[in-house]
């Protein structure tokens, strides 16, 4: 985060404070959210987006993902900079609720929500069901009507853009869960002659007709159902403009066929989050400015090409408010040098085992994502060696940072620091071996507090029933 500096001790610093300091305070592994810098982050997107939008469509709501890193107190911070919350469980939404968000500045996404999930949403207002499939469309309307309520809804499309990120973080190509394809659902081999007209409603495309249109006409058409708009998520730590770009232009060519087909001009076009950001230096993220700006510039030419009315935007960026606002504090233990088979001989490789891993970074177990690692708690003149952090767990694949310099005396005790673990990190973090989850502790003003408390043995009993 922008709040990390060196100390005069030569110690890694989050606003001024050592890290020798924030691990004797909170114990390691510690995930240390800069709040600031988070704040800061956030405030950047809303202004970038608005600058940008203001003369085409009075702004841009700007829904932080909550996916990426979400507790009571940074759902409270994302209000108080004037975002919006997007949710994609009844959890989240819980969380939401809990730190008194504004429901009408909520949206709730997910590819199968529960009836209960998409009852509480209905019940307490919420500004936007994020609707996924056809079955869930159905479902919708007929649980809003039975509440006698009106269901605010915003159709998530598959735009059909093949972003440049791991395939398991990519959305908007074809042959994926998420949302309803704009392709005509026309297949040469494999479609059953004999699906009923109410099952291929429910979950089977009709031949020669998308399933985005077959959903817009069936909302357009259902009593308790007010359709926002559209949205579309491409997928996450992206750096291309072009994916957004496309994906905004096929959006607005088929909000420009819904107002030809139907008669109506949709308000609103999400276009979804998976702003890049660094965890190495291999990586160069764009500033929100660059972004918004970029994307404006097409929808302004789309829009003036179509003559059409720019439609209210809105995006969802996650990662890139929450990941580099955070950092991982760990304590080094065992060291043992390994000699790898090369083609021209064999090398060193330098393991470095540190006291968390995979159950509060599972990262680069799930994604081959790479981090990079500092000597925090110190400095030295020794020579960088090529070394490997890995982390405690039972499994080869626990790895912390696969390739990191980190200096030759390393020893046990030593502090790494861990940057751009803010978002998927937490999030994702698990018991496995049976480790506690790590503190999470807040820094604002140049002061810590602790925000999650480290999980203690009762916590891992606390679910058992014998
Ligand atoms: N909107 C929707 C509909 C999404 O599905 C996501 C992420 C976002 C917004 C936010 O994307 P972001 O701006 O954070 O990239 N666990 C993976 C990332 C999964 C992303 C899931 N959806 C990782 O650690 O890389």
Request: hydrophobic share 40%.
């Amino acid at each position: 985060s922008s709040g990390v500096s060196r100390h005069d001790d030569g110690q890694l610093a989050v606003q001024g404070i050592p890290a020798s300091q924030l691990a004797a305070d909170y114990g390691t592994p510690l995930l240390v959210v800069d709040e600031d810098d988070f704040r800061a982050r956030a405030r950047s997107f809303r202004d970038a987006f608005d600058a940008a939008f203001e003369d085409l469509c009075g702004g841009v709501d700007v829904y932080y993902a909550g996916k990426s890193f979400l507790v009571t107190p940074v759902a409270r911070w994302i209000a108080e900079e004037g975002l919006c919350l997007d949710t994609a469980s009844g959890g989240e939404l819980a969380v939401a609720l809990r730190a008194g968000v504004d429901p009408a500045r909520i949206g709730l996404h997910g590819n199968n929500k529960s009836d209960g999930e998409l009852r509480r949403a209905l019940e307490v207002g919420v500004g936007r069901i994020v609707v996924d499939s056809l079955d869930e469309l159905t479902r919708l309307a007929e649980l809003a009507q039975e509440a006698g309520l009106t269901a605010p809804v915003m159709l998530r499309l598959t735009p059909g853009v093949h972003a440049h990120t791991h395939e398991f973080i990519a959305t908007a190509h074809e042959d994926q869960k998420f949302g309803l394809s704009m392709a005509d659902s026309s297949f040469t081999e494999g479609q059953d002659p004999d699906l009923s007209a109410d099952a291929q409603r429910m979950d089977g495309p009709i031949p020669g007709k998308s399933p985005a249109a077959q959903a817009v006409a069936q909302a357009l058409a259902a009593p308790s159902i007010e359709l926002r708009g559209l949205h579309c998520h491409i997928g996450s730590q992206i750096f291309e403009a072009d994916g957004f770009a496309l994906a905004a232009e096929r959006l607005l060519t088929f909000l420009a066929a819904i107002r030809q087909d139907h008669g109506v001009e949709l308000e609103e076009l999400d276009l979804g989050g998976g702003h890049g950001i660094a965890y190495t230096s291999a990586d160069e993220p764009r500033a929100p400015e660059q972004i918004a700006t970029a994307l404006a510039a097409v929808v302004r030419a789309v829009c003036e090409r179509l003559q059409m009315r720019c439609p209210r935007i809105s995006i969802e960026p996650g990662r890139a408010i929450s990941g580099p606002a955070g950092l991982s504090l760990y304590t080094v233990g065992v060291r043992k040098t390994v000699a790898v088979d090369h083609a021209d001989g064999t090398f060193p490789r330098r393991y470095v085992a540190v006291d968390g891993g995979m159950s509060d970074n599972p990262r680069p177990v799930l994604y081959d994502a790479d981090y990079t690692a500092v000597l925090a708690s110190r400095t030295t003149e020794a020579t960088p060696v090529l070394s490997r952090v890995v982390g405690k767990h039972c499994e080869s694949g626990d790895i912390v940072v696969r390739d990191a310099y980190l200096p030759e005396d390393l020893q046990r005790g030593d502090l790494l620091a861990v940057p751009a673990t803010g978002a998927y990190c937490h999030a994702l973090s698990s018991n496995y071996n049976l480790l506690t989850r790590p503190a999470v502790v807040a820094v604002k003003d140049g002061v810590s507090r602790l925000i999650i408390r480290r999980e203690t043995e009762d916590d891992l009993f606390a679910r058992e029933t014998e």
